[in-house]
Structure formats: structure tokens, C-alpha cells
């Protein structure tokens, strides 16, 4: 046991180490020219919430320190449904949206991160976006909402976890899935019914039985959040081949830094993009094997009239987006001559 003058000896440590803390981290608050935070999809601890920290420390270390960022977490302050509209106002600085959250308040959004039956062909996505028109109609879309778009990156294909097997098509009818945006719409085509939930809320939605199956943005989604645990059935045909997903930065914080530091976000994303493109391939067949490890199994190869009403189902979710606003329009067009 510490004697009294011990005790008063460790107190006087203790506020010693505390006040050099606080003036260490006051310090390098006060180093940085620019003090960005950062909102992103995912939780804690998981797979791709590592590489939003990796974004963040790399703007850091390319900006020898001038930016800062603070990565915010789903559910830290901002939810996952929030982040665009957060951006836009200035609350956070820069954030990795997910589109279909946001489809009300940004159709163009939609089209962008990919429509239901869309390709999974990276060089054909990154023609699209890079020298077919896509990524200039975009920055003014985005610009027209108060927001810088940035690099985007794709994702793996997107598939449906379910809590009963699908058998066949007619098995979606009346089922509650988590599917926001237009993979919410093409699900209601084949008689489901969606919900938007984020994606922290999956979990306990599906274990009470809020919901009967939900989309991942992936498969590293899926097992991220433990799904398999309330939820044994992968649909075996994806919603969606692939996920463009951007990094948007409130448009007048980016119009203060000066061009350098511009040219090093930029860099800093497009690293961004090339990190979750090379390890999100790694991860998915590695996060399909944990699944199956847990008990995950495919409902039923579906039947070829089963895949006729798959197609036929999102055939007409390219025109109604077309119909949205003049960027969806612009990038409906674009794709339809490919």
C-alpha cells in the first residue's frame, strides 16, 4: 500500500504525464494548417475500416503533417445515412459516402456506384469513368451539391444474405431485406420488400427479425458484421458486378488549401483506390471461406426462368434513373452506348 507521501508523489506524476499529453496533443492540433475529419462506412476493428485509416494517415504523412485527420467510424457522430448531407454542410470535411443511402438526396449517386446486372469488368469500369465522360459529369454533379469529387474505388460484387433458403425467385416475395437505393427498388420488383438500415444495424435487425435478409456493399461486409451468425443463406447470384464508390470533400474546404495539397489528396486517394481494389479481391474469397468455416450455405443455383425474371426485373431501373435529374440522364446515356 503507498504511503500518503507516495500517494501525493503519484498524483503529482500522474498530472505531470497528463499535462505533457495535453500539450503534446495541443501541439500537434496546432501544427496541422488544416484540420480535416473524416466519416466512413464501417466499424471499428474491420477489414476495410483499416483502409479508411490508411487514407487518413497518408494524407497526413504526404502532407507532412499540414492536414490532419480524424477518422470517424459508423455511428461515431455521423450515421452512415448522414454523411453526404454532413459533408455538404461542413460538419465533417471529407467522407466515403455509400451511394444508395443517399438516393433521394443524390440519384446521380446511384447510377455511379453501379445499377443492378451492371459489369464487374475493372477495365471497362475505369474506361467508363476515365475517358467515356463519366468522371467529368460527376465532378459537376457532385460541385453542384457544395462537394469535390474525388478518385473513386470499386468494390466486389454485391450478394444477399438471407435467414431462409431462396429456392426460387418467388421465395423473395413479402421477404423484408436491407436494400436501400435502386438494389432496394430491383428487390421490390421481384415482390420483396426494402428497408434502409445502416450498416451497423444489420446484425441485431436480422437476430430479431426486423428484417429476413440484407445487401453487404461485399462479401467482406457480410462477415465483418458476423451475419453468418443470424443469417445462413447467400443468394447465388450478385445484385450488382462491381461498387464505384467516391470520396467527397466539402467543396469550400478544398477551395482553401492550396494547390499542392490539392495534388496530394488527390494522390492520396488515388493510393486509396488502388489499396481497396488489390486487397478487396484478397479478401473476398477469404471472407466467403471464414462463412462457409461458420456454417454459411448457398441457397439453390437458380433456374434459367429464374434468371430471365432476375434480368427482367432490373431492366427498367436504368431508365427511371434516367429520368431522375440531367446527370443521371447524362450517365444513363453514356452507358447505354456501351
Known amino acids: 500500500m503507498l504511503s500518503v507521501k507516495g500517494t501525493k508523489l503519484a498524483k503529482a506524476v500522474l498530472a505531470a504525464a497528463v499535462g505533457v499529453s495535453a500539450l503534446m496533443c495541443s501541439t500537434a492540433t496546432l501544427a496541422a494548417q488544416y484540420n480535416w475529419r473524416f466519416a466512413n462506412l464501417y466499424g471499428r476493428g474491420t477489414a476495410f475500416g483499416e483502409v479508411y485509416e490508411d487514407l487518413a494517415k497518408n494524407i497526413e504523412t504526404m502532407s507532412n503533417g499540414r492536414i490532419a485527420v480524424q477518422v470517424l467510424y459508423s455511428g461515431e457522430g455521423v450515421g452512415t445515412s448522414g454523411i453526404l448531407s454532413a459533408v455538404k454542410s461542413g460538419l465533417i470535411t471529407m467522407g466515403a459516402p455509400f451511394q444508395p443511402m443517399h438516393a433521394g438526396e443524390f440519384p446521380a449517386g446511384v447510377v455511379e456506384v453501379g445499377l443492378p446486372g451492371g459489369t464487374s469488368d475493372v477495365a471497362a469500369l475505369t ?33 444477399i444474405i438471407t435467414k431462409q433458403p431462396i429456392n426460387s425467385i418467388a421465395d423473395f416475395k413479402g421477404l423484408k431485406i436491407r436494400a436501400p437505393g435502386a438494389y432496394g427498388k430491383f428487390l421490390r420488383n421481384l415482390g420483396a420488400s426494402p428497408v434502409s438500415l445502416a450498416w451497423s444495424e444489420i446484425y441485431t435487425s436480422l437476430a430479431t427479425g426486423v428484417i429476413d435478409g440484407s445487401i453487404g456493399s461485399n462479401m467482406i461486409d457480410h462477415r465483418d458484421g458476423n451475419h453468418v451468425e443470424v443469417a445462413k443463406y447467400m443468394y447465388p447470384v450478385p445484385l450488382a458486378g462491381a461498387q464505384v464508390l467516391p470520396i467527397v470533400v466539402n467543396q469550400k474546404a478544398w477551395n482553401k488549401l492550396p494547390a499542392d495539397l490539392q495534388a496530394i489528396v488527390k494522390a492520396a486517394t488515388a493510393a486509396h483506390a488502388q489499396e481497396q481494389m488489390s486487397k478487396s479481391k484478397l479478401w473476398e474469397s477469404q471472407a466467403v471461406a471464414d462463412m462457409e468455416a461458420k456454417g454459411l450455405q448457398w441457397s439453390p443455383q437458380p433456374s434459367e426462368a429464374d434468371l430471365k425474371a432476375w434480368k427482367d426485373a432490373g431492366m427498367s431501373l436504368a431508365k427511371e434513373y434516367a429520368a431522375e435529374d440531367k446527370y443521371s440522364k447524362q450517365l444513363v446515356d453514356i452507358l447505354e452506348q456501351q
Open 127 to 159: 474506361t467508363l469513368f476515365h475517358d467515356k465522360g463519366w468522371g467529368k459529369i460527376l465532378k459537376q454533379a457532385y460541385g453542384s451539391q457544395g462537394l469535390e469529387w474525388l478518385d473513386p474505388y470499386i468494390q466486389p460484387p454485391v450478394y
